[in-house]
């Protein structure tokens, strides 16, 4: 499910009793861009029982080059930083989880592939982050929308 916080509460609901009955593993990827407030943005969150909850810089792969070229050395940095303070947040409203930091959205699927084959996975706190993903769920998302 992608969730880009417009309706914080009523992504959380929905996630939330979409799975309330079956064994999927629940997993969360996670980042807020700008000045958003991560604990608002992950309070309508702390009920779910999530296994997994990742904290990632939005964008798809760690390589630097010209098509992919949005953060600077030190932005970089600077986001991975900003991850980082997610996780004590997290651990205050729901202390469950396991909690990761991740460089970028493609390690995060692979982990969850590896470690949670049956997952069931929320997306959400950035557009970016939303778009990273779908870029890599769906390479061609983009070519077959402009047709």
């Given at each position: 499910?992608?969730?880009?916080?417009?309706?914080?509460?009523?992504?959380?609901?929905?996630?939330?009793?979409?799975?309330?009955?079956?064994?999927?593993?629940?997993?969360?990827?996670?980042?807020?861009?700008?000045?958003?407030?991560?604990?608002?943005?992950?309070?309508?969150?702390?009920?779910?029982?999530?296994?997994?909850?990742?904290?990632?810089?939005?964008?798809?792969?760690?390589?630097?080059?010209?098509?992919?070229?949005?953060?600077?050395?030190?932005?970089?940095?600077?986001?991975?930083?900003?991850?980082?303070?997610?996780?004590?947040?997290?651990?205050?409203?729901?202390?469950?989880?396991?909690?990761?930091?991740?460089?970028?959205?493609?390690?995060?699927?692979?982990?969850?592939k590896?470690?949670?084959?049956r997952?069931?996975?929320?997306?959400?706190?950035?557009?970016?982050?939303?778009?990273?993903?779908?870029?890599?769920?769906?390479?061609?998302?983009?070519?077959?929308l402009?047709?």
């Open positions: 499910m992608f969730d880009i916080c417009y309706n914080k509460s009523e992504a959380a609901l929905a996630f939330g009793m979409s799975h309330q009955y079956d064994d999927c593993v629940r997993v969360l990827i996670f980042s807020a861009t700008g000045d958003r407030d991560a604990e608002v943005l992950l309070e309508p969150l702390k009920d779910i029982d999530f296994k997994s909850v990742y904290f990632v810089i939005p964008k798809a792969n760690k390589e630097v080059n010209k098509k992919d070229d949005n953060y600077s050395i030190m932005e970089q940095k600077e986001l991975l930083l900003r991850c980082k303070s997610y996780a004590p947040i997290w651990k205050k409203l729901n202390n469950r989880s396991q909690t990761s930091i991740s460089e970028c959205v493609s390690d995060v699927l692979i982990d969850i590896k470690n949670s084959p997952a069931s996975v929320l997306v959400t706190g950035s557009l970016h982050l939303v778009g990273a993903t779908l870029s890599l769920i769906d390479p061609n998302l983009g070519e077959e402009m047709k």
